[in-house]
């Protein structure tokens, strides 16, 4: 019998994709495990965690600010040091920037407009837990809705980055003004990972696209691990 992994998924007030997000790990083989900000503690046997999408506090102040001091960011901060996986999904991703888990930061879409479509992304590195699924140069489809979507990082940083291998996904063409069309980075050690698109909503070709289950699939397999190596 396959084992579940339990995931986390972090839910922060005004997380609106939290379930979405545990819905299709657990349609991939997960024990997805909702998650207040305000805990302390991952619930036991925790073998990877999520932070979903959504308006975390309105996005009142800026995107991501306030959440990074929620109580559970220590906790995840740990995790990640030890080697956990975490991802990050479009607010989840600007606030693992703000809590200085990712490179990088999250600015005002260039035209300065929400933007709510299917985007194509570029496979830039499959030597990541989060693409192992994927080829380089392959192309996804997965769906973005974000008004501060433009990945900005300044020049000495983005060099080291590209040098680097952490950049990992850009956008086959244009949507937000992302310096170097960049859609998703991961950590130095690779375990942490952020992108502005939502894999979560694109885990059915009936809903457009399956391109995000590669993605998730991934994570879940890599949670599975931990929690086999851990028994």
Not at 25 to 45: F, I, K, N, Q, S
Not at 129 to 139: D, K, N, P, S
Request: proline fraction near 5%.
């Amino acid at each position: 019998m396959s084992v579940r992994p339990r995931i986390a998924v972090l839910v922060f007030p005004g997380s609106n994709d939290d379930r979405d997000a545990a819905w299709a790990l657990a349609a991939l083989g997960a024990d997805a495990r909702l998650v207040w900000h305000a805990e302390t503690a991952l619930p036991r046997e925790t073998a990877a965690v999520v932070l979903p999408g959504g308006f975390s506090y309105g996005d009142y102040l800026r995107c991501g600010a306030l959440a990074r001091f929620a109580p559970v960011l220590d906790v995840v901060r740990a995790f990640a040091a030890d080697g956990g996986p975490v991802l990050g999904i479009c607010n989840g991703f600007q606030i693992l920037c703000e809590a200085g888990l990712l490179p990088g930061a999250l600015r005002r879409n260039r035209d300065l407009e929400f933007i709510c479509r299917d985007v194509r992304l570029r496979v830039e590195r499959a030597d990541t837990l989060f693409t192992v699924r994927c080829a380089v140069g392959q192309e996804l489809t997965i769906p973005v809705k974000h008004g501060e979507g433009s990945w900005y990082a300044d020049e000495e940083l983005y060099r080291d980055l590209e040098a680097s291998g952490r950049l990992v996904l850009r956008y086959a063409e244009d949507c937000n003004g992302s310096l170097g069309d960049v859609a998703g980075v991961c950590s130095e050690e690779r375990n942490v990972f952020g992108l502005m698109p939502h894999p979560e909503h694109a885990v059915d070709p009936l809903l457009g696209s399956g391109d995000g289950a590669l993605l998730l699939a991934a994570l879940v397999d890599a949670a599975r691990e931990r929690s086999l190596a851990a028994v």
